[in-house]
């Protein structure tokens, strides 16, 4: 897996980071019953024993297993002043399945 940080968003992550006893993480927000929708996030928390840990110029961003299936091999942050951390491309599927006696 590959993570990569735009300039924009590493400073805003140093200047977090400096400020905050919390670690970056990338958080799935997945939602759905019959399609399914998965929008990723960068939330400050503990960090956690089973996580997985990326390393990025002196940054740790932190996963966990639930959030790593659903991300791209490779996976691109980004930040804007007006939406925040933009982490990755949120997708849908509509695919639903049915079962049939």
């Not at 400096?18 to 929008?39: F, H, N, T, Y």
């Not at 299936?69 to 691109?76: C, K, P, S």
Request: charged share 30%; with cysteine.
């Amino acid at each position: 897996m590959v993570i990569k940080i735009s300039e924009v968003a590493m400073n805003k992550l140093q200047e977090v980071a400096s400020q905050e006893k919390l670690v970056p993480r990338i958080d799935a927000d997945v939602a759905g019953g019959c399609g399914l929708s998965v929008k990723f996030s960068i939330v400050w928390d503990e960090p956690r024993r089973n996580d997985t840990i990326i390393e990025y110029e002196g940054i740790q961003i932190r996963l966990d297993h639930f959030t790593k299936r659903y991300l791209d091999e490779e996976t691109q942050i980004d930040y804007l002043d007006d939406q925040g951390f933009i982490v990755g491309e949120q997708f849908s599927s509509s695919a639903c399945a049915i079962e049939l006696d």
